[in-house]
């Protein structure tokens, strides 16, 4: 079992930016990636970005230049920059496991315009 903790989150003005956060406990050792998603009013839950031990590094295209993601032992993070309303979303840290995949609680962002 892996357990997710999130921090970060919350309102920010268009062009602002905002840090995500998550730590794994448990069985962390089981963990082969990690990575952020995102599902906004009316839409299905979207990849953000993802960190894998032995894949590249992905960022869905709306992310691509101005999300970092990254990882430090069992915490992963999202720096979120030029952040525009379309980002608005309840964000999801996720952890991919070798037999499960692990989902922390949502956290809201909300860019305004």
């Known amino acids: 079992q892996v357990q997710l903790v999130k921090s970060g989150g919350g309102l920010v003005q268009a062009g602002g930016s905002l840090r995500l956060s998550c730590t794994a406990s448990?069985?962390?050792?089981?963990?082969?990636?990690m990575g952020w998603y995102r599902q906004a009013p009316g839409k299905k839950r979207e990849l953000v970005a993802r960190i894998a031990s032995r894949d590249p590094t992905n960022y869905a295209d709306p992310a691509k230049g101005r999300f970092t993601i990254s990882r430090a032992r069992n915490t992963v993070s999202l720096q979120m920059n030029s952040l525009t309303p379309e980002d608005t979303a309840v964000y999801y840290c996720n952890a991919e496991a070798f037999t499960n995949d692990y989902w922390g609680q949502g956290t809201q962002v909300t860019v305004s315009s």
């Open positions: 448990g069985s962390i050792s089981s963990i082969n990636a």
